[in-house]
Every structure is written in structure tokens, then in C-alpha cells.
């Protein structure tokens, strides 16, 4: 099923008929290939596109295409490779008798577009004013100016730059090592929605109006098979600074009932609090042995973390930047982990219980965890640790027994100013590379091999003990 937008296709393709062959004394005939190689994109209208009802009847040819048309819309909606353009709002001063929320039709398409596209291609035109576009945002970086977009009426929007309406008008833009958002990005974010179970898609469906009462039942059939069939093959899923409540965490938890081959979940800046993630949570743990990745990353509204022991495939797990997140729940039955990414976590003092049974693990980062005071003895047990970053620990005074760490490869501990003492390190035998700059607590440095590269700038008494060499300055 192709088509595209009609004033663009009839213009264009009347330039591209200029463009026939030198010599030639003919047209290029406007087949559906000729047309498919020399068309720049398509854009499909569903009601335009497919044969309505005139005088409340379609010929038996119009009646077989749009049926063919009909089952086969996943093909429109739901592909994660075409953009999805959602008009949820009439022009002011239209007088409809039903609103875009109100149609059943208009809910089974944006459902579909919810299931598995990249949140930068969910976009709801609807929800664009001027207004909108000219909010007054702030750099993200501290201390950074106000920049007010300016309206097109003005005369100073004239003088402003490409690169500045760009990024007015950009999904995600770069600014100060940070990422920030522009008016597309703003229709994502207001609007992206998650993805519908298909117990939960039928009973919204059920408070919604159809012009012909039958097509409920048949929409609810096609959106059951479409979602089972993408949600059920889907690897990875994403989802990156939505303005979500507890109602998409739990049609998020749901949907995941059905992604039984799902390896990574990713929800980056997003406002969840313990009960979201406890309703995502329960729906991995429901549909799948096969998550190898959890990122919940600067999602700063977080607290603290519910239970995740039933996801025991875990291999990484990233809560980095959850500056709020203070407890975190016992890890002795993620026994396959080898990844754990918790810098950032400002408020965490401690952690947790289970330590000891992470006997897989090889990178643990605790950067810039500022109120953590110490590391418990559990951490030697880490037999598989290969790095351990403790960089901006500024409340660690020092650090337990590591003797055990045989596979240890990389200590970072730079910044660490309240740092005054380290074990003796003549037992890591695979230890290559220290940081311990600016570590200005730290008097002596035991048992460092020869073969290690230690990066610091030490004050002048610190002392470097190798194992069985002089003490090197």
C-alpha cells in the first residue's frame, strides 16, 4: 500500500516527468516502480487514503481494497521506521461533535504508534502553539543564561541564526555536555504515551465511539495480534524524559507481560517513583528470563528501589544520576551481574546486602556517591572485580581488605579527599592502574607492585611502599 500526499505527489511527479530520457520523444510512464524510485518520502492519510463510503456504500472493489488496506495498518502505525504525526486538536473556532479522544479509530492508531516506535517519531502536532514555541527555557548548565525564543513577528527573530532556530525547534540539542530539548522535543515529551496491553488497549477502546459499532470488536482483533507479534520479538525498548504518571508505569508493566525476548529496558530522566518501577518490575519478572540490561538512569524522583531479585538474568544494572535514590534492596540472588553503575547516587550511605554474592561481577562504579562513608567487607568477596571507581567518594575515610580482588585490574579513587587510609595491595596481583588524584588525606600507599602505574599528585609525605622495592616518591 503506497501513497503520499496529494498536492506534493502531483507536483512533483510532474517535474519528474520533465526529466525524461535525452532524444526522447515520450513521458516516462507513472508506474508504481517508476514512481517508488523517483518519490523522496510518502505520507499517509488514513481517511483520505482509503475508500470511504459514498452515499453509505463502496463499490465491491473499493470494499476489497479498503478491507485489504484495513488489515494491514500495523504496517502504517506501528513500523518503528516511519514518523507518526498526531493531529489531537481542531483549529480553534471548528465545532466537532467528538474530539480526538473520544474517536475509537484515533485511539486504535495512536495506540498502535505507541508500541514500539522511538519516542522521536511519536509526535503530537496537536499539542504545538506559539506559545509553546516560544517558552522561556534555561541552559541546563549552572549558572547559565536565559535564552527567550523570539515570536516570528518581532523584528529581532530576523537577525537570529540558522544554528539558533535549529535548536529552538530541535528534538535534542547540545549544550554544555548536556542534552537539551527543543519544541519537538516538547511534543515528544508531552505527548509519548506508553504502550497498551491488549487487555488494556480493549477496555479503553470499550468507552470509545465508532461511526459503525462493529468496527470495536474487529479493531480490538488486529490490535491484540499487532501487539503480541512486536512486543513479543522486541530485544531492546527505550524511553527517554516523558512527562509519564503512574497510570503509563503501569500500562509499561503490563505491555511487558508480552515481551517475552526482551534483553534491555532503558527509561532515562523519567519521574518515577518506587511504585512505578515496583509495576515495571513485576511486568519483566512476569514475561521474561531473558533481561540482560535495566537502565534507570537520572530518574531523580526515585527514593529507593523495590525488589528486583526475580530478575536473576540481570547482567547490568545502571541507576546512575538517581540523585535521591538513598536505599537500594538486597542483590544476593542477581548472581549473574557484571556490570553495576551507580555514580551519581548523592544520597546512597551505604550498600546494600548481598554484596558478597555478586561473585560474577566485574566493573562496579560508585563515582561521586558523596555520602557513602564506607565500603562494607563484602566488597572482597567480588572475586571477578576487574575495576572498581569509587572517583568523588569525598566521604570515604577508607577502604576494607581487598586482598581477594586477584582479577582486579583498575582502582580509581581520584578526589577522594577524605581518604587517610588503603590496605596493602601486594596481593593484587593483576592491579595495572591507580588514581588517586588529589587525594589529599592519603598518607602511604602500600604494597604497589613495580608493575602498576599509579596516577597522582600526592602531597609531598605520601609515601609509595612497593612490594619488596624502595619506597618510591
Keep these: 500500500m503506497h501513497c503520499v500526499w496529494y498536492r506534493y505527489y502531483s507536483e512533483r511527479v510532474q517535474q519528474l516527468k520533465k526529466r525524461k530520457p535525452k532524444g526522447a520523444?515520450?513521458?516516462?510512464?507513472?508506474?508504481?516502480?517508476?514512481?517508488?524510485?523517483?518519490?523522496?518520502?510518502?505520507?499517509?492519510?488514513?481517511?483520505?487514503?482509503?475508500?470511504?463510503?459514498?452515499?453509505?456504500?463502496?463499490?465491491?472493489?473499493?470494499?476489497?481494497?479498503?478491507?485489504?488496506?484495513?488489515?494491514?495498518?500495523?504496517?502504517?502505525?506501528?513500523?518503528?521506521?516511519?514518523?507518526?504525526?498526531?493531529?489531537?486538536?481542531?483549529?480553534?473556532?471548528?465545532?466537532?461533535?467528538?474530539?480526538?479522544?473520544?474517536?475509537?479509530?484515533?485511539?486504535?492508531?495512536?495506540?498502535?504508534?505507541?508500541?514500539?516506535?522511538?519516542?522521536?517519531?511519536?509526535?503530537?502536532?496537536?499539542?504545538?502553539?506559539?506559545?509553546?514555541?516560544?517558552?522561556?527555557?534555561?541552559?541546563?548548565?549552572?549558572?547559565?543564561?536565559?535564552?527567550?525564543?523570539?515570536?516570528?513577528?518581532?523584528?529581532?527573530?530576523?537577525?537570529?541564526?540558522?544554528?539558533?532556530?535549529?535548536?529552538?525547534?530541535?528534538?535534542?540539542?547540545?549544550?554544555?555536555?548536556?542534552?537539551?530539548?527543543?519544541?519537538?522535543?516538547?511534543?515528544?515529551?508531552?505527548?509519548?504515551?506508553?504502550?497498551?496491553?491488549?487487555?488494556?488497549?480493549?477496555?479503553?477502546?470499550?468507552?470509545?465511539?465508532f461511526t459503525n459499532g462493529a468496527d470495536a470488536g474487529m479493531v480490538i482483533t488486529l490490535y491484540r495480534t499487532t501487539a503480541s507479534r512486536l512486543l513479543g520479538v522486541r530485544l531492546k525498548l527505550e524511553y527517554h524524559e516523558l512527562a509519564w504518571g503512574t497510570v503509563d508505569y503501569q500500562h509499561l508493566g503490563e505491555a511487558l507481560t508480552y515481551c517475552g525476548m526482551l534483553e534491555e529496558l532503558a527509561l532515562d530522566k523519567m519521574g518515577m517513583v518506587e511504585a512505578d518501577v515496583a509495576a515495571v518490575v513485576a511486568g519483566l519478572a512476569s514475561a521474561t528470563s531473558k533481561l540482560r540490561t535495566l537502565r534507570l538512569t537520572s530518574c531523580t524522583a526515585l527514593v529507593s528501589l523495590p525488589d528486583v531479585s526475580a530478575l536473576k538474568s540481570l547482567e547490568e544494572l545502571d541507576l546512575s544520576g538517581c540523585t535521591s535514590l538513598a536505599t537500594l534492596p538486597d542483590v544476593s540472588a542477581l548472581t549473574s551481574l557484571k556490570s553495576l553503575d551507580w555514580s551519581g547516587l548523592l544520597s546512597l550511605a551505604a550498600l546494600p546486602e548481598g554484596m558478597s554474592s555478586l561473585t560474577s561481577l566485574e566493573s562496579l562504579c560508585l563515582d561521586e556517591c558523596v555520602s557513602l562513608a564506607a565500603l562494607p567487607e563484602s566488597v572482597n568477596a567480588l572475586t571477578s572485580l576487574k575495576e572498581l571507581h569509587l572517583g568523588v567518594c569525598t566521604s570515604l575515610k577508607d577502604l576494607p581488605d581487598l586482598s581477594a580482588l586477584k582479577s582486579l585490574k583498575a582502582l580509581i579513587c581520584g578526589s577522594c579527599t577524605s581518604l587517610v587510609t588503603v590496605p596493602d595491595m601486594s596481593a593484587l596481583t593483576s592491579l595495572r592502574s591507580i588514581d588517586l588524584g588529589d587525594c589529599t588525606s592519603l598518607a602511604a600507599l602500600p604494597g604497589v607492585s613495580s608493575r602498576t602505574t599509579v596516577h597522582v599528585f600526592p602531597p609531598p609525605h605520601l609515601e609509595f611502599a612497593s612490594n619488596g622495592d624502595p619506597a618510591r616518591q
Design 25 to 209: 520523444r515520450y513521458e516516462p510512464p507513472l508506474t508504481d516502480e517508476w514512481i517508488l524510485e523517483a518519490a523522496d518520502f510518502g505520507i499517509f492519510l488514513d481517511f483520505a487514503s482509503m475508500h470511504q463510503k459514498e452515499d453509505d456504500k463502496r463499490t465491491d472493489i473499493e470494499d476489497a481494497l479498503f478491507r485489504h488496506a484495513l488489515a494491514n495498518l500495523d504496517v502504517i502505525y506501528a513500523h518503528r521506521g516511519l514518523a507518526l504525526l498526531l493531529s489531537t486538536r481542531v483549529p480553534e473556532g471548528v465545532d466537532v461533535s467528538r474530539g480526538y479522544y473520544d474517536r475509537g479509530w484515533t485511539n486504535f492508531e495512536r495506540a498502535l504508534g505507541h508500541l514500539i516506535k522511538p519516542d522521536s517519531l511519536c509526535i503530537d502536532i496537536g499539542l504545538f502553539t506559539v506559545d509553546k514555541a516560544c517558552e522561556t527555557y534555561e541552559k541546563h548548565y549552572v549558572g547559565g543564561p536565559t535564552f527567550t525564543p523570539l515570536r516570528i513577528g518581532e523584528t529581532p527573530f530576523a537577525s537570529r541564526s540558522v544554528a539558533e532556530l535549529a535548536q529552538q525547534g530541535s528534538y535534542n540539542y547540545s549544550q554544555s555536555f548536556d542534552q537539551c530539548r527543543g519544541l519537538l522535543g516538547a511534543l515528544v515529551g508531552s505527548g509519548r504515551r506508553a504502550p497498551l496491553s491488549p487487555e488494556a488497549f480493549a477496555a479503553l477502546i470499550a468507552t470509545k465511539q
